[in-house]
């Protein structure tokens, strides 16, 4: 018998075979993922002693400069704020995910004014940009002073992680481009940058927790993947999606997100009739 | 029915407690296994998309085998014994139109369930899954009574 016709008679042939091939490519990301939690730990190590030994080597120094030589510490503390901006954004970054993989996260609802948002975040990376001589370009098609109702906590994780990578991956002396859009009641978000052009792999595989897209980037960069493992669950969470392009070295980040009030799986309404819904026992209730 | 502090359960979390609390959620094809320690009287609940984690972004308990680990570790570490424990498992419809065929995530996440709550010698003593409605369910913690009520496609999970 061919195989069309077994499918035929046999309509669970094809997903058994579909089933199948998921559980090989299962097993060996599995295999992938074992050997990157290796590297995990010692990425995680890098990126929090170094930062940590630069911060107490410059203080060290600042300490022991002599009267003369006051004018340095201006740079210095340039310094020790670029350390501790990057430890603090992994720490918080590390954290987010350890709350996610022990079943904490919650949402909560908040007006929060979009555009003031993003361009508050941008502001904070601003001299990283400047580092590599990028310029933010924000361009919005939305009120000011609408509020948009997500969960602001998580809004600026999301937020702060796609600036950053878009940072880290720019080439040098580009624009980094921020497109902010409403589509009905849908936020719209687009932030593209110039720089290594993406292959369909690539992006694939890129929300994956211990990856770090080949080594020509991690060479160059640091970083360690876990950022845009958040991003993509906690869009996840708040009902949004998030899209990856890339055309000719421009590299396009959409992120759309429908407002929460309006967003039909859970809101905050049904965790406040909750009780009353039961209190009614109607017909439809029962006990277990 | 006293008006108990209520906590909603999203997908992907997890909750046990001692203290008397309402855990509510909505269910579609997701699955929720609900832990008692019949012992002790406390429990607590979980609330996962898809059956296993396939290796892709974080391990979390948006995953069955995760989750339902993660809860009886919570409740291990809250004090309870492994034989202590009974479970009721709510949820699995057949909700979205695009799987059709035999396996649909729906029965998945059921399978999941009792698969891993029988590995573990844990009993399921009520449920209410598959069919192809939504549910909403409350759980009293202390007394693990379950209050189900189907609902609505449109206000689904």
Same mark, same amino acid.
Request: include cysteine.
């Given at each position: 018998?061919s ?5 035929k ?21 599995? #295999? ?32 022991? $400069?002599?009267?003369k ?11 020790i ?10 720490l ?28 508050a975040?941008?502001e ?9 001589? $990028? ?13 948009f ?6 809004f600026?994780i ?10 880290k ?19 719209e ?6 720089? #290594? ?38 869009i ?8 990856v ?5 421009i ?7 429908p ?20 209190? $009614?026992?109607?017909n439809?209730?029962? $006990?277990? | ?11 992907g ?6 203290? %008397?609390?309402h855990? +509510? ?6 699955v929720a ?7 002790q009287?406390? !429990? !607590? ?9 396939? !290796? ?8 069955? %085998?995760?989750?339902i680990?993660?809860? @009886? ?18 949820? !699995? ?5 695009s799987?059709?065929?035999?396996? +649909? *995530? ?9 698969? *891993?709550?029988?590995?573990?010698n *844990?009993?399921?003593?009520?449920? +209410? @899954?598959?069919g192809?409605?939504g549910?909403?369910?409350?759980l ?9 009520k189907?609902?609505?496609? +449109?206000?689904?999970?």
């Open positions: 018998m195989k069309e016709v077994i499918e008679i046999y309509p669970e042939t094809k997903e058994v075979t579909k089933l199948k091939e998921e559980l090989k490519a299962t097993n060996e990301k599995l #295999v992938i993922s074992e050997a990157f939690k290796g590297h995990f730990i010692s990425n995680i190590t890098n990126e929090i002693i170094n930062p940590f030994t630069s911060i107490l080597g410059i203080s060290k120094s600042i300490m022991d $400069l002599k009267e030589q006051i004018g340095q510490i201006h740079s210095m503390a340039n310094l704020y670029n350390e501790s901006f990057e430890l603090d954004f992994q918080r970054n590390i954290f987010e995910a350890a709350k996610i993989e022990a079943g904490e996260t919650n949402i909560e609802s908040n007006k929060l004014r979009i555009v003031n948002t993003i361009e975040e941008v904070r990376f601003r001299f990283k940009a400047e580092k590599k001589s $990028l310029y933010f370009d924000t361009k919005s098609q939305i009120e000011e002073n609408i509020g109702i997500t969960d602001a906590a998580k600026k999301i937020i702060a992680n796609l600036i950053s990578n878009a940072i991956f720019s080439r040098d002396k580009n624009k980094i481009e921020i497109v902010i859009s409403m589509n009905n009641n849908t936020l978000i687009s932030i593209s940058n110039i720089g #290594v052009g993406l292959s369909q792999k690539d992006i694939k595989v890129m929300f994956d927790r211990f990856l770090r897209l080949d080594e020509r980037i991690n060479s160059i960069n640091n970083g360690h993947g876990l950022g845009l493992s958040i991003v993509s669950y906690y996840d969470l708040l009902g949004g999606k998030i899209e392009t890339s055309k000719e070295s590299n396009t980040v959409m992120l759309s997100l407002e929460l009030s309006h967003n039909n799986m859970e809101g905050n309404s049904e965790e406040t009739d909750f009780f009353d819904d039961f209190e $009614l026992f109607d439809d209730s029962e $006990l277990f | 029915m006293n008006k108990l502090p209520n906590i909603f359960i999203y997908p979390k997890l909750y046990a407690t001692k203290i %008397n609390y855990l +509510s959620t909505i269910l579609g094809s997701c296994v609900c832990l008692w320690d019949k012992k009287g406390f !429990g !607590g609940m979980n609330h996962f998309m898809l059956p296993y984690w396939n !290796g892709q972004g974080l391990a979390s308990p948006k995953y069955g %085998n995760i989750a680990d993660k809860l @009886i570790q919570r409740m291990k570490y809250l004090g309870s014994k492994n034989e202590d424990l009974v479970a009721k498992i709510f949820g !699995g419809g057949k909700i979205m139109e799987t059709s065929g035999s396996f +649909s *995530i729906g029965e998945r996440n059921i399978e999941i369930a009792q698969t *891993i709550l029988r590995e573990k *844990i009993k399921i003593i009520k449920s +209410s @899954i598959g192809e409605r549910r909403k369910i409350m009293n913690t202390t007394t693990f009574e379950v209050y189900h189907f609902i609505e496609k +449109s206000k689904q999970a």
